[in-house]
């Protein structure tokens, strides 16, 4: 069951302008600059499902790129569909779990908070 808290959510909400946030049932805390998680984007208008290459570059990303609405899919994911209209991916909480930028998941980096 430790696992499946791992990649459970327990809140999710958005920080700031530029900062989405994950509170996990575990306890552990995950923030990700928006931008970041735009250009991750998983679907497959992002990322070659051949190749696994990814499409979208940060130049075509704009700085002030928002969720303007999150949409939970199943119990596996949330769907964000994006201010420059962009609503295809799906992000697995698995996938945004893994994608965790902290310290502790990234390995002994020094914090840049
Ligand atoms: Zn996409
Ligand atoms: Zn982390």
């Known amino acids: ?7 459970t959510p327990a809140e999710i909400r958005q920080v700031d302008e530029q ?3 994950i509170t996990w049932q575990d306890g552990h805390k995950s923030k990700y600059p928006c931008d970041l998680l735009r250009l991750s984007c998983p679907c497959a208008a992002c990322v070659d499902e051949l190749t696994g290459k990814r499409q979208v570059t940060p130049d075509a990303i704009p700085k002030d790129i928002h969720p303007l609405r999150i949409q939970s899919v ?3 994911g949330i769907q964000i569909r994006w201010s420059d209209q962009h ?4 992000y697995t909480f698995d ?3 893994e994608l965790c930028l902290c310290t502790v998941c990234k390995g002994g980096e020094k914090c840049q908070n």
Do not use: A, K, P
């Not at 069951?1 to 990649?7: F, K, L, Y």
């Not at 609503?87 to 799906?90: A, E, F, N, P």
């Open 1 to 7: 069951m430790e696992d499946q808290g791992r990649v």
């Open 19 to 21: 900062t989405f946030g």
């Open 74 to 76: 199943g119990r596996y």
């Open 87 to 90: 609503s295809t991916g799906i």
């Open 95 to 97: 996938f945004l779990r």
